[in-house]
């Protein structure tokens, strides 16, 4: 969250910042959170004033003393209380205030006012700036089939690899079998990608799936993302605890770092995990309900860093590299976009790059990856510091990205590379794990 000292020496910024993002104003009260704070501040004043007295009765032990710092005591409970209570509001309120937006990220409503950064084809490379201009004029210049092409729901059917009437009777909608050369196909992905991080120095983690709620409110997922995330009833769930299944594994990976403080040389911590994810997809209900692009439990390589300040530039821009080294070795065209204020994900972003890949059989983009750069927000929530060898102390910075949601790519790979006699080539980079060039139609 941002710090209150800041939001009240830049209120006007705060203020526009926040209605730039389309944050309900009712809840993001910057007014009325400052107001609260006067309040709360003049209390502890009173609060340690009291305090002070009481001390110095206490030390004295006449009857009269003793008497009086049981009134002081008893008008102490009472402020404090008051304390609590105003303390309680503010962090209601300051919770739905959002990070502070980069200078450069795009003012806008929706995804419509997103600005194209790059698009890359695989036989010609990058289009030059002075062909980039709106979604529709780029699509203009992606490749097409030269037959007409099926979607990855036919290709999955025909080709025996995918699976969703079954999943349907097991699970209802949004869910799905994959098997065969999918889940090869899967894997392949992954080592591609997994090999390249540690050759990268990210720490590879194997993270708790079932957090507690102040680890997703730490990464800003609530209360904004409240309504995307499943929660467990309580009674099944050692100590009474309330659990929440998480929709990515960004939050049990930054809440690593929560409540520690890092050396200097600890940082920048680079951090990767593979996890399946679960999100409810409210809001989405009736769109995408077919096939492996939007589902309730999907498969995520993610990666994440914990960082200095002023490294937290350099890791973004490291990160969307690595998002495009992917995507070039698959040889998938893509574009990628800055996200504009009103489509800038959760509350927590500073600035958000996707990386959208380009669906030839339907014409369109679809977002792989998304890559953030949260500044301190994230950390001051989970407590996350460092302290310098020179002695500065501060909240680290946080940056993640999605490094590849697996039914997407493997959703692009088989439309993309779709043959017209039904069978699908396999990108050259995956063939030393998938054993083979091409997925044909084949029985069970």
Same mark, same amino acid.
């Given at each position: 969250?941002?710090?209150? +000292?800041? #939001?009240?020496?830049?209120?006007?910024? *705060?203020?526009?910042?926040?209605?730039?993002?389309? %944050?309900?104003?009712?809840?993001?009260?910057?007014?009325?959170?400052?107001?609260?704070? &006067?309040?709360?501040?003049?209390?502890?004043?009173?609060?340690?004033?009291?305090?002070?007295?009481?001390?110095?009765?206490?030390?004295?032990? +006449?009857? !009269?003393?003793?008497?009086?710092?049981?009134?002081?005591?008893?008008?102490?409970?009472?402020?404090?209380?008051?304390?609590?209570?105003?303390?309680? !509001?503010?962090?209601?309120?300051?919770?739905?205030?959002?990070?502070?937006?980069?200078?450069?990220?795009? #003012?806008?409503?929706?995804?419509?006012?997103?600005?194209?950064?790059? %698009?890359?084809?695989?036989?010609?490379?990058?289009?030059? @700036?002075? @062909?980039?201009?709106?979604?529709?004029?780029?699509?203009?210049?992606?490749?097409?089939?030269?037959?007409?092409?099926?979607?990855?729901?036919?290709?999955?059917? =025909?080709?025996?690899?995918?699976?969703?009437?079954?999943?349907?009777?097991?699970?209802?909608?949004?869910?799905?079998?994959?098997?065969?050369?999918?889940?090869?196909?899967?894997?392949?992905?992954?080592?591609?990608?997994?090999?390249?991080?540690?050759?990268?120095?990210?720490?590879? /983690?194997?993270?708790?799936?079932?957090?507690?709620?102040?680890?997703?409110?730490?990464?800003?997922?609530?209360?904004?993302?409240?309504?995307?995330?499943?929660?467990?009833?309580?009674?099944? %769930? !050692?100590?009474?605890?309330?659990?929440?299944?998480?929709?990515?594994?960004?939050?049990?990976?930054?809440?690593?770092? /929560?409540? +520690?403080?890092?050396?200097?040389?600890?940082?920048?911590?680079?951090?990767?995990?593979?996890?399946?994810?679960?999100?409810?997809?409210?809001?989405?209900?009736?769109?995408?309900?077919?096939?492996? $692009?939007? *589902?309730?439990?999907? &498969?995520?390589?993610? /990666?994440?860093?914990?960082?200095?300040?002023?490294?937290?530039?350099?890791?973004?821009?490291?990160?969307?590299? #690595?998002?495009?080294?992917?995507?070039?070795?698959?040889?998938?065209?893509?574009?990628?976009? @800055?996200?504009?204020?009103?489509?800038?994900?959760?509350?927590?972003?500073?600035?958000?790059?996707?990386? !959208?890949?380009?669906?030839?059989? *339907?014409?369109?983009?679809?977002? =792989?990856?998304?890559? =953030?750069?949260?500044?301190?927000?994230?950390?001051?929530?989970?407590? #996350?510091?460092?302290?310098?060898?020179?002695?500065?102390?501060?909240?680290?910075?946080?940056?993640?990205? =999605?490094?590849?949601? /697996?039914?997407?790519?493997?959703?692009?790979?088989?439309?993309?590379?779709?043959?017209?006699?039904?069978?699908?080539?396999?990108?050259?980079?995956?063939? $030393?794990?998938?054993?083979?060039?091409?997925?044909? *139609?084949?029985?069970?």
């Amino acid at each position: 969250m941002l710090d209150i +000292k800041y #939001i009240r020496e830049n209120k006007e910024k *705060v203020v526009k910042n926040t209605a730039n993002r389309g %944050v309900d104003s009712n809840k993001a009260d910057v007014e009325k959170l400052l107001s609260i704070y &006067d309040n709360y501040h003049n209390l502890l004043v009173e609060i340690e004033n009291l305090r002070s007295e009481r001390n110095k009765y206490s030390k004295e032990n +006449k009857e !009269e003393n003793r008497e009086k710092g049981k009134e002081l005591k008893i008008e102490l409970k009472g402020k404090e209380d008051e304390l609590n209570r105003l303390e309680g !509001e503010m962090n209601q309120i300051l919770a739905w205030i959002p990070n502070i937006l980069s200078d450069d990220t795009p #003012i806008g409503k929706n995804e419509d006012d997103n600005v194209d950064v790059k %698009v890359w084809l695989p036989d010609k490379g990058y289009l030059e @700036q002075t @062909q980039l201009g709106k979604g529709f004029e780029v699509a203009d210049k992606m490749p097409r089939l030269s037959f007409k092409g099926k979607d990855h729901v036919e290709l999955g059917k =025909t080709l025996n690899i995918i699976d969703i009437e079954q999943s349907a009777l097991v699970s209802g909608s949004r869910f799905c079998y994959l098997k065969k050369d999918a889940v090869l196909l899967q894997y392949a992905i992954f080592d591609l990608l997994f090999s390249e991080l540690i050759k990268k120095n990210f720490t590879p /983690m194997i993270v708790p799936l079932l957090v507690k709620e102040k680890v997703l409110f730490g990464t800003s997922h609530f209360p904004e993302g409240y309504s995307q995330v499943y929660k467990l009833e309580k009674e099944n %769930v !050692e100590d009474n605890n309330q659990l929440y299944l998480v929709g990515s594994s960004e939050p049990p990976l930054f809440a690593y770092g /929560m409540e +520690k403080r890092f050396k200097e040389s600890e940082l920048p911590f680079k951090m990767c995990a593979f996890t399946s994810c679960f999100r409810s997809e409210v809001g989405s209900w009736g769109k995408d309900v077919k096939g492996i $692009k939007r *589902v309730h439990q999907f &498969d995520k390589l993610e /990666m994440d860093v914990i960082c200095l300040p002023e490294q937290t530039d350099k890791i973004f821009e490291e990160l969307i590299s #690595i998002n495009e080294w992917l995507m070039q070795s698959l040889k998938l065209p893509y574009r990628v976009i @800055q996200k504009c204020s009103g489509d800038a994900g959760y509350n927590a972003s500073h600035k958000q790059y996707d990386v !959208e890949v380009w669906r030839m059989p *339907v014409e369109e983009f679809m977002e =792989t990856m998304t890559d =953030t750069n949260t500044t301190d927000y994230q950390a001051r929530r989970l407590n #996350i510091r460092y302290q310098k060898n020179n002695g500065d102390k501060g909240f680290c910075y946080t940056v993640n990205d =999605t490094g590849v949601a /697996m039914g997407r790519i493997i959703l692009a790979i088989l439309e993309n590379y779709q043959q017209e006699d039904g069978s699908v080539i396999i990108p050259e980079v995956l063939r $030393k794990w998938m054993g083979k060039d091409r997925i044909v *139609v084949s029985g069970e």
